[in-house]
């Protein structure tokens, strides 16, 4: 009989939470709105559209994509919504954390 092993769940979760972000930072057009968002702070996506030279509908795709990995954060003001980055994440990524994972 063949024992199946135990997945270690938070580990599986860990990897999760890692590959959604490495996955929102697998795109130049994302890269580049998270380098304005450092360079400006708090941007608003109409901000971004004329920056980027693209509908607001993009832009607010890839918004959507990097505020599901928690790169970036959002403030809402009235009808505005601001985004800036989530520098703790930003931080997170290339930290002892991520690298311990896979020293011996």
């Known amino acids: 009989m063949k024992e199946i092993p135990l997945l270690d769940v938070n580990l599986d979760k860990t ?7 490495f996955k929102a930072l697998a795109d130049k057009k994302r890269l580049e709105i998270m380098y304005e968002l450092t360079q400006r702070g ?10 980027f030279q693209m ?8 918004l959507k994509i990097l505020l599901s990995a928690g790169l970036i954060k959002k403030e809402t003001k ?6 800036m980055l989530n ?18």
Not at 15 to 21: A, D, H, T
Not at 87 to 104: A, K, T
Request: charged share 25%; aromatic share 14%.
């Open 87 to 104: 520098d703790e994440q930003v931080n997170h990524l290339l930290s002892e954390e991520l690298c311990c994972l896979f020293r011996g």
């Open 55 to 62: 509908p607001q509908s993009k832009i607010s795709y890839h």
């Open 15 to 21: 990897f999760e939470e890692y590959e959604s972000k």
């Open 78 to 83: 009235g009808t505005w919504s601001y985004y």
């Open 42 to 51: 708090k941007v608003c996506v109409c901000d971004l559209c004329e920056i």
